[in-house]
C-alpha cells in the first residue's frame, strides 16, 4: 500500500506529470517532503527557489495544518499549490485514551483512514529514568524557527519531559508470542510522512515547546521499524532534520533483523539501538520468537557489532520477563554471560510482560522480577525494570492493538 502510495506520488513531485492531468484531481499531502521533494514541487510551480525552504519551514515549524494558515507563502502561490492538488494537513488523532499514570494512547489516522497508535508519556518512558544524559547530551533540542507557535508559548514556563512512542507500520508480521501487536497481523507499512507526522500531531497536542521541552522518542509502537526501513529512516530524518529533535534522544527497537542493523550500522546519523532479546538462548527465544529461525541470537550480535558506537554509548537489550519461560535464575546467568562476550557495551531493561486478550503467558510475580534483576546486577550487569505506563488504557509495551476502550 504504502509503495503504491509512493508510486503515485511519484510523477507529481518529480514533475513529469502530463499537463492538465490528473494532478489537479490527486491529492498530494506535502508533510512527509524531504527539501528535495519540496524544492522540486516548488520549481515546478515556478516559486523563487527560496520559497521551498519557507514551505519546509511552514509545514516542519510552525505545523501549519492547511494551506490557509501558511502565511508566510504568498496567497497566489498557496492556491496554485491548491490547485495543483497538493495539500496541508497532520495526521488526525481520532481517539485519546488517559490512563491515570498520565500516559495519553492516541489512535491517530493514516492517509487511508486506517489507524495507528501513538503514546504519550509524560516524565520519561519510565525505563531510562535518571540516566538520559548517558551520552552527555544535556542541550536542549533545537529551538523553534522564529514565528514556530511553540516560540510564542510559555517560553518561562518549567521544562517540560516526556517520552512519545512512535509506531512504524500497522500491525507486525513478525509474529512474537507474547505481543498483542502481533495479533493483527501485518495490515501495511507507514510513509515517511505517517511516522513523523505522528510525532508531530502530538507535539502540537500537547503544546511541546522544542526549545523548552525535552522530548525523547522511542520507535516502539506498532510494527517492525527495520521492515519498513526506507520509511522509517526517511521520517528519522525528517525528525532530526526539519523538525529539530535530536538523534540522541531517540532509541529504536529491534526484534532483530539482521539486514536493517546492518543498513543501519551505515548511518551517518542515527538514533540509539534496542534489541530485544527476550531470551537467553537460541531454543526458548525460538519458541516465543519465531524470527529466531531466520536469524539467531549469534547472527544479531555479530551484526550489532557493525555498529559502530559514540563514546559511551550502549546497546539496549530489552527482555520481556515471561513467568516461567525466561525468568528462571539460570536463565539470568546464561543472559549474563551473553552480555559478557556480546563485544559491546550494555544493558539490560527488563520489561515485565503486560497480558493482553488472546496471550497465555504468566505475568512474573514482583519478587521473581527483582530476584532476576539482582542476579544480573550482583554479577556485574547493569539492568534495569522497565515501570509498565498505561496498562490500564493498553498503552504499555506490546499492548498496542488499537484496542478501543
Ligand atoms: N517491533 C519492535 C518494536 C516494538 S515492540 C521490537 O519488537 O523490538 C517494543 C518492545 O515491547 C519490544 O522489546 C517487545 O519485546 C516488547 N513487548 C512486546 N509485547 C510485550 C508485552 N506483552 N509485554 C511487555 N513487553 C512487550
Ligand atoms: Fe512485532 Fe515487536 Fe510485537 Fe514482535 S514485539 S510482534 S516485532 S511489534
Redesign the pocket.
Known sequence: MAATLETRLLPIVSGQQQPGTAAVTRSVPLFGLHAEALAAVNARLGGPRFRAGQLEQALYRQWAVSLDEMTALPKPFREQLHAAGYTVGLPEITETFRSTDGTERYLIAGLDGQTVETVWMPGGDGREEGREDDEGSGSADAPPAAGAPGDTRGRNAPQRRATICVS?QIG?A?N?Q????AKMGIVRNLTPGEIAGQVVAVLKRQGVHLGRDRINLV???????FLNYDAWVGAFRLLTGPIGLQPSRMTV???GIVPGILRFAEEPVRPKL???L?ASNDAVREAIMPVTRKWDIAAILEAVRAVPLRPREKITF?Y?LLGGVNDHPHHADELVRLVRTAGFPSYVNL??????PG?SFAEPAQAEVDAFQNRLISRGITAYIRR?RGRDIYA????LKRTTR
Open positions: 512504524s507486525c513478525v512474537c507474547f505481543c498483542l501487536t520507535f516502539m509502537g506498532m510494527g517492525e521499524p527497537s529491534t526484534s534496542a534489541i530485544s527476550n530489552e520481556v520489561i515485565v510482560w503486560n497480558p493482553g496471550t509498565p504499555a509495551c506490546g499492548q
